[in-house]
């Protein structure tokens, strides 16, 4: 039975396309150190430097900076599984909705939760005690939002300097035949599949290789627009595709440069994709 994705986000089965990896880790750490500094400093301009003499200052920043990292880091996952699932370009709305929801109005009612529990902790209640709700909410929600809105840019922008850039990706991969480990140029890749629960990469000569990657940490580490995985257990090459053909239930049967007993299966909630990826 051809498996057609992974199943998991919402119920939503993972396609084939663009996967951005966002090499932002440290940059995060500096927004969350920066907004930990403003909200605690928030409204005491005429007593800025004070305020770095007094350990209450310091009680709340820490706080505030565990706060800013924990919804941070919840954007960030949230951003990664909405990006397997609901393609920006694929399903707008969808994405768009579903962006709000986790990305922005979640972190807002755990930033406020996380504030109650702090107010509690001095004995103040957060809506009658401060000015929290009228104030610092507003803001941090503001802030949640521009941190979202981040990642829809850089989204964008990491996939068309990706096909803007033919060479950017990986260019080698370490293959293995017996006991030498071979760094195998991507330009002599025919397909990569997976085959009695090991990875095989196939060359245009037909050679088979073992390699210890799994095919999604290829799709992550392979230029998006070189590569395209087909169906669950192939990942072909764009120069290796000769032809198509149409075949049953909307599938697709693919022809390679390395001769092959049967042609390669596109499933059917790929052959749109791939045919928009073939006709690039």
């Known amino acids: 039975m051809d498996m057609e994705g992974k199943q998991s986000f919402l119920g939503a089965v993972e396609p084939q396309g663009f996967r951005p990896v966002y090499n932002d880790r440290y940059f995060r750490w500096i927004v969350a150190v920066l907004a930990a500094l403003f909200i605690s400093l928030y409204g005491t301009m005429e007593d800025f430097l004070d305020h770095f003499f007094m350990p209450e200052f310091y009680i709340e920043f820490l706080s505030s900076l565990l706060i800013a990292i924990l919804l941070i880091e919840?954007?960030?996952?949230?951003?990664?599984?909405?990006?397997?699932?609901?393609?920006?370009q694929e399903r707008p709305l969808i994405r768009l909705g579903l962006q709000?929801?986790?990305?922005?109005?979640?972190?807002?009612?755990?930033?406020?939760?996380?504030?109650?529990?702090?107010?509690?902790v001095y004995?103040?209640?957060?809506?009658?005690?401060?000015?929290?709700?009228?104030?610092?909410?507003?803001?941090?929600?503001?802030?949640?939002?521009?941190?979202?809105?981040?990642?829809?840019?850089?989204?964008?922008?990491?996939?068309?300097?990706?096909?803007?850039?033919?060479?950017?990706?990986?260019?080698?991969?370490?293959?293995?035949?017996?006991?030498?480990?071979?760094?195998?140029?991507?330009?002599?890749?025919?397909?990569?599949?997976?085959?009695?629960?090991?990875?095989?990469?196939?060359?245009?000569?037909?050679?088979?290789?073992?390699?210890?990657q799994t095919l999604e940490e290829l799709e992550d580490i392979l230029h998006p627009g070189s590569f395209f995985r087909v169906n669950r257990q192939t990942l072909?090459?764009?120069?290796?595709?000769?032809?198509?053909?149409?075949?049953?239930?909307?599938?697709?049967?693919?022809?390679?440069?390395?001769?092959?007993?049967?042609p390669l299966v596109v499933s059917q909630k790929r052959a749109k994709r791939f045919r928009e990826w073939m006709d690039r």
């Not at 939760?113 to 509690?120: E, H, K, N, Q, S």
């Not at 803007?164 to 071979?182: A, E, R």
């Open 236 to 262: 072909v090459r764009y120069e290796a595709c000769r032809h198509f053909e149409l075949a049953e239930h909307g599938k697709l049967h693919l022809f390679t440069q390395t001769p092959m007993d049967n």
């Open 100 to 120: 709000l929801l986790f990305g922005v109005l979640m972190p807002g009612i755990i930033d406020f939760a996380l504030a109650t529990l702090y107010f509690r």
């Open 123 to 212: 004995g103040l209640d957060i809506i009658e005690d401060t000015y929290y709700v009228a104030y610092a909410l507003p803001l941090i929600m503001a802030m949640i939002f521009i941190f979202n809105l981040y990642y829809v840019c850089h989204y964008f922008f990491l996939q068309l300097r990706s096909f803007q850039s033919p060479h950017h990706g990986k260019q080698t991969i370490l293959v293995q035949k017996g006991t030498k480990n071979i760094p195998l140029p991507v330009d002599q890749i025919n397909h990569i599949e997976r085959s009695n629960r090991h990875n095989f990469l196939i060359t245009l000569d037909g050679e088979s290789f073992l390699i210890p």
């Open 74 to 88: 919840c954007i960030y996952r949230v951003t990664l599984q909405l990006d397997k699932y609901y393609d920006w």
